[in-house]
C-alpha cells in the first residue's frame, strides 16, 4: 500500500486519532496511550477524518464486537487521507491479541498492530511509522472527568467456557496499590468526583501479591485517603463478595452502596457447562445476605440466554429467578458462539431465532421489574454527581444506585457539571429519574 512509504512533513506535529471500541476498560487503555502520545509530543484530536493517524482500539470479546471493531477499521480505510496515502491506520487492543497473524494477513492496508499487552509501548510503534514528525508546542487541553475509571487488575483465570477474555488478555495480575493511586490521582487532577474500579474480576485483587491482600482492603484505603471521592465497584463475581466487603461498604459513606455481580445463569447444570459455581438457592441466599449486611444497596446482574443444551425449563428458571429477586437492574445477552471456547465446540448448540427470542423475554421481564424497582426511589432524597447538560440545556447526572453507561441518569434542576448536589427524586421513566 503506498501510505505505507509516505513522508509525513518533518514540520508539524503528528495528529492522532484514537477510536475506541467495547468496554470500560478499552476506554481506559485509550486514555493512558493518548496521555503517552500526548506527553511525546503528537497532537490528540477527536475527528478522525482530519488525523495523520487513526488508531482503532478494538473489542473482540464477542462475535458482534469483533464485527463493530472491524466496521470501524474499515471506516478508518475509507477514510480520504488514508485513501490518499497521507493517513495511516493502526490496529489495537483485543483484535489483535486475540488473531494474531490471521489479522495481520486479512486487514494488509493497516500499518501495524498492537495488541494489548504492547499498549505501553504505543509511542515507539507511532515513532517508527512516523520517523521524521514534528512535535506539538502544547499538550492538548484535556477535558474535565467528573467521574472516571481506574483498572485494579488486568487478564483472568476463571476460564469460564464461553469467554475468550484469558485468551486476549492473559492470567490474572493485580495492579498495586501504588500504581492505582497514581491512576487515581490523575484522576482527580482534572476534576473526577467519582472513581470506578474496574477489572475483568474485581474481587480477586490483590490474592496474588507476596503479601495478599483484598478488594476491601484497598476500597478501604482509598475511601479514607479521598473522602469526598465516591469509590464504586463493577464487575465483581459472586465468589468476591465477602463480608470483609460489605461491611466495608456499610461502614463508608463514599463508597456507593451499589455492586454489579454477573450470575449469567440460575440453572446449577447449566452453571457447571459454563465452568462456573453457583446455584439459584445459592444466589438467592446471597442477594439476601447482601441486603443485611448493606440496607438498601443496589444491585445489578447480567444472563445468557441460549447457552450450549439450555432446555425450555432450564431458561424458565431463569424467568422466574428474575420475576422473584427484584433485582434492580439486569443485563441480557444472547449466547455467542465464540471460536477458540470450550462451549463454542459443545454439541446442543441452541439455534439463533431462540437465543434472540429468549433473550427478548428476559429483557422484557427485566424491565418490567426495573421499572418498578426505580419508581420506588419517588419521594427519596439522592446525591447527584452533576455530569453535564442535553442539547437542549437540562442539567443531568447520576445518583450513586446508577452506574455509568448502563443504568440510566437522573435530570436535576441546578447545580454545576462536577457538583454533588440533594434531590428528592420527583418522578421516573423506565431508568431515567428526575430530582428536584
Request: with cysteine.
Amino acid at each position: 500500500m503506498t501510505n505505507k512509504l509516505q513522508p509525513h512533513d518533518s514540520t508539524a506535529p503528528v495528529s492522532v486519532s484514537i477510536v475506541t471500541m467495547g468496554c470500560a476498560k478499552n476506554e481506559v487503555d485509550s486514555l493512558h496511550m493518548g496521555e503517552a502520545l500526548g506527553s511525546a509530543g503528537y497532537a490528540l484530536i477527536d475527528d478522525a477524518a482530519k488525523a495523520d493517524c487513526i488508531i482503532v482500539n478494538t473489542c473482540s470479546f464477542i462475535q458482534s464486537a469483533t464485527e463493530e471493531s472491524l466496521q470501524a477499521i474499515f471506516e478508518a480505510f475509507d477514510l480520504p487521507q488514508v485513501k490518499e496515502g497521507e493517513g495511516k491506520v493502526v490496529v489495537a487492543g483485543c483484535m489483535p491479541a486475540r488473531y494474531g497473524d490471521d489479522l495481520t494477513a486479512a486487514l494488509d492496508e493497516a500499518q501495524t498492530f498492537v495488541p494489548c499487552s504492547k499498549e505501553d509501548d504505543i509511542v515507539a510503534v507511532l515513532d517508527a511509522l512516523f520517523p521524521h514528525r514534528g512535535l506539538a508546542v502544547s499538550a492538548p487541553e484535556t477535558a474535565p472527568l467528573y467521574s472516571a475509571y481506574v483498572k485494579i487488575s488486568d487478564g483472568c483465570d476463571r476460564f469460564c467456557s464461553y469467554c475468550t477474555i484469558p485468551y486476549i488478555r492473559g492470567r490474572y495480575h493485580s495492579f498495586t496499590l501504588d500504581e492505582i493511586e497514581g491512576e487515581l490521582q490523575a484522576c482527580l487532577d482534572r476534576g473526577a468526583r467519582e472513581i470506578v474500579l474496574i477489572a475483568q474480576d474485581t474481587g480477586r485483587w490483590g490474592t496474588d501479591f507476596d503479601t495478599p491482600s483484598s478488594l476491601a482492603a484497598l476500597m478501604a484505603t482509598l475511601a479514607e485517603a479521598h473522602p469526598d471521592t465516591w469509590f464504586r465497584v463493577m464487575y465483581l463475581q459472586p465468589e468476591g463478595v465477602t463480608d470483609e466487603l460489605l461491611r466495608t461498604m456499610a461502614s463508608h459513606d463514599n463508597i456507593c452502596p451499589y455492586l454489579d455481580i454477573p450470575f449469567q445463569h440460575v440453572n446449577e447444570r447449566i452453571l457447571a457447562a459454563m465452568n462456573r459455581k453457583g446455584s439459584r438457592a445459592a444466589y438467592e441466599t446471597l442477594i439476601g445476605h447482601v441486603r443485611a449486611l448493606v440496607p438498601g444497596i443496589t444491585l445489578r446482574t447480567t444472563f445468557i440466554a441460549g447457552f450450549p443444551t439450555e432446555t425450555e425449563d432450564e431458561f424458565q428458571e431463569v424467568c422466574d429467578f428474575i420475576e422473584e429477586a427484584d433485582l434492580d437492574y439486569i443485563g441480557v445477552f444472547p449466547y455467542s458462539q465464540e471460536e477458540g471456547t470450550v462451549a463454542g465446540r459443545m454439541d446442543g448448540q441452541v439455534d439463533e431465532d431462540t437465543k434472540e427470542e429468549r433473550a427478548r423475554e428476559l429483557r422484557a421481564i427485566a424491565d418490567s421489574i426495573s421499572r418498578v424497582r426505580v419508581a420506588d426511589r419517588i419521594g427519596t432524597r439522592q446525591d447527584v454527581l452533576v455530569l453535564g447538560r442535553e442539547e437542549d440545556g437540562q442539567l443531568y447526572g447520576r445518583a450513586m444506585c446508577q452506574a455509568p453507561d448502563v443504568d440510566g441518569v437522573t435530570f436535576v434542576h441546578e447545580g454545576a457539571p462536577g457538583d454533588i448536589v440533594t434531590v428528592t427524586i420527583t418522578d421516573t421513566l423506565l431508568y431515567e429519574m428526575e430530582g428536584e
